[in-house]
């Protein structure tokens, strides 16, 4: 379930296109709008951040591990043992390997959900990705988005904390309404990160070696 999750978090799923000339952003009020601007501007704002994360798939089975993210652009994140998976954005793509399978799969950054928190100049309403609601409890605010050219593939729910207002979590539904959530917490803003992180190495590569002989 953890591999599948992030898959959706990679993959903008083939199944909306269809939907796509259909689909019309939601009427959002000066309430929402005003919530909608904060989130913006509070991504914006982001350029390092370090924390751990709680994943959990919809079958409830969960998994931790170390989140990085350095706008724009990358972001990695790490699981802990024993998972076998690692997701690192290098800026390009999202990579997504699988220690067991030993494959890594390369998808197009501006095609994945995960795009939206690394995007520079993030606007949550606009040409590329869409408001669908905006909703409000107590101390929360939760702001669901989709691509506007596919919006079957899936939405991305950002979840923040009120006051202050502070991203807490993200959650990504499929086209069958399963939903994973991703919270962060332990989570430090503005450190140097080493840009290693955002780099990937596949394990099985290696540099062909010289023949020096005379």
Same mark, same amino acid.
């Given at each position: 379930?953890?591999?599948?999750?992030?898959?959706?978090?990679?993959?903008?799923?083939?199944?909306?296109?269809?939907?796509?000339?259909?689909?019309?952003?939601?009427?959002?009020?000066?309430?929402?709008?005003?919530?909608?601007?904060?989130?913006?501007?509070?991504?914006?704002?982001?350029?390092?951040?370090?924390?751990?994360?709680?994943?959990?798939?919809?079958?409830?089975?969960?998994?931790?591990?170390?989140?990085?993210?350095?706008?724009?652009?990358?972001?990695?994140?790490?699981?802990?043992?024993?998972?076998?998976?690692?997701?690192?954005?290098?800026?390009?793509?999202?990579?997504?390997?699988?220690?067991?399978?030993?494959?890594?799969?390369?998808?197009?950054?501006? =095609?994945?959900?995960?795009? !939206? @928190?690394? %995007?520079?100049? +993030? &606007?949550?309403?606009?040409?590329? #990705?869409?408001?669908?609601?905006?909703?409000?409890?107590?101390?929360?605010?939760?702001?669901?988005?989709?691509?506007?050219?596919?919006?079957?593939?899936?939405?991305?729910?950002?979840?923040? =904390?009120?006051?202050?207002? !502070? @991203?807490? %979590?993200?959650? +990504? &539904?499929?086209?069958?309404?399963? #939903?994973?959530?991703?919270?962060?917490?332990?989570?430090?803003?503005?450190?140097?990160?080493?840009?290693?992180?955002?780099?990937?190495?596949?394990?099985?590569?290696?540099?062909?070696?010289?023949?020096?002989?005379?």
């Amino acid at each position: 379930m953890i591999r599948i999750f992030v898959l959706l978090l990679a993959v903008a799923l083939p199944l909306g296109q269809a939907l796509a000339a259909e689909f019309k952003q939601a009427p959002l009020s000066v309430q929402d709008k005003a919530d909608v601007t904060r989130a913006e501007d509070y991504l914006n704002s982001i350029t390092t951040l370090k924390a751990r994360f709680l994943q959990v798939s919809p079958n409830g089975t969960s998994v931790e591990g170390d989140a990085y993210l350095s706008r724009p652009g990358k972001l990695r994140l790490q699981y802990d043992p024993p998972s076998p998976l690692l997701v690192v954005a290098d800026g390009s793509f999202l990579i997504v390997y699988d220690r067991q399978l030993g494959e890594p799969s390369y998808i197009p950054l501006g =095609s994945t959900p995960a795009g !939206v @928190l690394v %995007q520079p100049g +993030v &606007k949550l309403n606009g040409a590329e #990705v869409a408001v669908t609601r905006v909703t409000r409890q107590p101390g929360m605010v939760k702001i669901s988005v989709v691509g506007v050219d596919d919006p079957a593939a899936g939405e991305i729910t950002l979840v923040f =904390s009120d006051k202050p207002f !502070v @991203l807490r %979590q993200w959650q +990504v &539904k499929d086209a069958q309404h399963q #939903v994973t959530s991703v919270s962060l917490f332990e989570a430090q803003n503005g450190l140097s990160l080493d840009p290693k992180l955002f780099e990937f190495k596949d394990p099985k590569f290696t540099a062909p070696k010289l023949n020096l002989g005379g």
